[in-house]
């Protein structure tokens, strides 16, 4: 196989663009990595990104200074991986009693019900590494499905009406046309469907389901890129993007749920289920098969 030797300039921009990859505990994307060497300066046109694409591609396949073909993610191709199992009942009943965990419910003794909404699905690992890793978190894709925003609905009332409290649905995005046209379409076909749905279910009122339901879009907004100093999008001037945010402020976006959530309550819940799992691991290991 042949090496891949760069020429120094490409070399500097492969040097800074891993750099930016080790920065984060998190696996992130060409997209990502484009938009941190836009706001350094690196590149400032649209151009750049398809040349990045190549640098990296060529850095990848040829493992050069530290690049590997799996440094990077890919959000959108993954396998999906069926037929594995345990060699034997034994091999499962040792698994179990050593990982079997106990699972409550989480939101039993929160004030509200939160999740996170975003559209830019290639930083799903971002909000997942950032977002207290009990909400649930739905990445739109752009526009969002029928069959997805039925699914949310449907998802929602449930919560609802197992336990009559506030719904807080927090919601990022881009600063552009399309980023703001999208969260709203979904938002009021989402509501309509709710509305049927509770309604259909003889449980509840649709009303006061809408009246608890709270959708809120933390960013990006003016306020927001102006405070962080997100770039333009070199491919459309007067437009922004949320990878274009450094990842402190980005975490400090996200973790705003934490503002409707009582985070001690989630560890009581989670000290509980350990004292279950210890319980049943004790009772599994004196089983035998």
């Not at 196989?1 to 990859?21: C, F, K, Q, W």
């Not at 499962?92 to 929160?110: E, F, I, M, N, P």
Request: net charge negative; with cysteine; aromatic share 14%.
């Amino acid at each position: 196989m042949a090496s891949y030797n760069p020429t120094p300039e490409i070399a500097r921009i492969l040097g800074a663009a891993l750099g930016y990859v080790r920065s984060v505990s998190y696996t992130v994307t060409a997209r990502w990595v484009f938009y941190r060497l836009l706001q350094d300066g690196t590149f400032s046109a649209k151009a750049g990104y398809k040349s990045l694409l190549g640098y990296l591609s060529k850095a990848r396949k040829g493992f050069w200074g530290g690049w590997r073909p799996d440094t990077l993610g890919d959000d959108t191709r993954a396998a999906v991986v069926r037929g594995g199992g345990y060699d034997s009942g034994a091999e499962w009943l040792r698994a179990l009693s050593h990982y079997s965990t106990c699972s409550l419910d989480r939101w039993k003794g929160q004030p509200n019900y939160v999740e996170i909404w975003f559209e830019a699905a290639a930083m799903s690992a971002q909000f997942a590494f950032h977002a207290n890793p009990n909400i649930p978190l739905l990445a739109f894709h752009g526009d969002v499905s029928i069959p997805a925003k039925w699914d949310a609905a449907d998802r929602l009332v449930n919560r609802w009406l197992e336990d009559r409290k506030p719904i807080y649905v927090l919601y990022y995005g881009d600063l552009d046309p399309k980023g703001l046209s999208i969260p709203e379409s979904a938002r009021k076909d989402i509501e309509d469907f709710a509305w049927r749905i509770v309604d259909e279910s003889g449980q509840g009122d649709p009303d006061e389901f809408l009246d608890e339901f709270h959708f809120i879009r933390v960013g990006l907004d003016t306020d927001t890129v102006l405070r962080y100093g997100v770039p333009e999008n070199p491919e459309r001037p007067g437009t922004f993007q949320w990878e274009g945010l450094e990842d402190d402020a980005a975490r400090e976006l996200i973790r705003v749920a934490d503002d409707y959530l009582d985070l001690e309550a989630f560890e009581k819940t989670e000290e509980r289920a350990k004292g279950f799992t210890d319980k049943v691991r004790k009772h599994l290991l004196t089983l035998r098969l």
